[in-house]
């Protein structure tokens, strides 16, 4: 059979160009408001993944907590942070968007001035518990902002807009999380400035954020699109104000509630992977690289190739099942830490090489599943939250990212001390960890590698569990 190839013309290609640019024109179907929280979300994103990556070497370096002291700490704040997510979207639901980004900005501004604080007075006694309580605080203006960045992207956008609107929303915060990578090598390599003054900088952002609030953030009625179906129009506009404990009665009952609170705890494994990028990989990489491994830029790759990833991919957000996105963009997630569980001898390469790679292969593979997934946990839970409770649903939604953080904090101390401590101790003689390697004095399991392997199955596991539960998942659920 004689098959005829016809080649793509010119014009072809230029329509694709055209149509593809076209399609983010949805997003003209915001309100102004919109535009300004996404500033805000920036500009907080920036200070917020600053702060939380250098948290534990903060903790370790500059008030002297070990490992394990550093990692409790984190988990009373991460901890504290997701039992607020519990409550935080009830609370934004009942003041309001404008009042609740007044007092979770105030409130932040005051914490991170008390840190800076804490982290520049090396006379002040008890700097430690100090540095826990103020964490432990922090807590509910974290939970509160992230709320009302989730609530306010879908009050702010259409039915049609709003797959596209959370998407940019998620973008904008992977910028601003590449940003904090930058600023902290900025602080620490280039400025040679204590790990405080990381904190200084949320200061500042805490500020931009309050005026740019009150400048730009004004009507919180839902926009509807004049086009849609006058029933579609009166559905969207019904927004009521009720107290906590009310709507916390009616969330209860409704059935959609517990699929989603059976697929947040499915995919706590997998969010996890993310949590290891700033709890676990800073130490880690400073201790099989060395001391001057670039661990602000590595972690920046993730955030920059999500920026690059959700650009190409907004425009055909809308053209593919939610849920299977979701799942399966999870599952390639769950894989990036295989690449790590590889012994890291590769010829030709040295430890500190070899580790360059690894990271990079892990971060390729975490940034793809991630562009898939996280946008469209945030979408299904805005498309099955009744009238009214959209930033109680969203709030729920976050739970799965502070439980990970949680219970990683929780255990990255021992993970650390068991895999990858610092030191190790071999025939009497200590070594560092880079050291033992080298020579070989170490098993596949006294190595990092089998740190991540147990964390990678761990996750593959939950996501596998979730691709079987798909029907009763998706049970009641309707597509945008």
Known sequence: MHTTITPVKPES?????????????????????????????????????SMLTIASVFLSEDLGFDDRAAGYTITVFTAAT??????????TDWLGIRRSLNITLGGQLVLRLAMVWVGLTPSLPHRGLLAGIIFLLMAPFVAGLQTIFQAATNRYTTRRSRSAGFSLWYLVMNIGAAAAG??????????????????????ISAVLCLLVGKLMVKNEDQLVSPDEPLVVQEEEKKIGRKKPLQIWREMIREPALWRLLVLIGLIVGVRAVYTYLYLLMPKYWLRTIGPDAAIGTLNAINPIGITIGLILFIPFANRFKVFRMLVYGALISSLALFPMALPWTVYGMSIGQAHYVMALLCMVLVTIGEVVWSPKLYE?????????????????????????????????GHLLDKWSPENVTIGGVSKTLQQAMVAHDLSYWQRPEAMWLILGTYALASCLVAVFLEKWLTQGSRET
Do not use: C
């Open 13 to 49: 290609i230029r329509e694709l160009l055209v149509n593809y640019f076209k399609n983010f024109g949805v997003l003209k179907e915001t309100r102004f408001e919109y535009w300004g929280i996404q500033i805000v979300n920036f500009i907080d994103s920036t200070a917020y993944f």
């Open 82 to 91: 997701s039992l607020m997510l519990l409550f935080s979207g009830m609370i």
């Open 182 to 203: 930058f600023s902290i090598d900025i602080v620490r390599k280039l400025l040679h400035l204590p790990n405080t003054h990381i904190f200084t900088l949320g200061v």
């Open 380 to 412: 299904y839970t805005a498309m099955i939250a009744p009238k009214g409770q959209e930033g109680t649903y969203l709030g729920l939604s976050l739970v799965p990212w502070f439980i990970a953080k949680t219970l990683v904090s929780a255990l990255s």
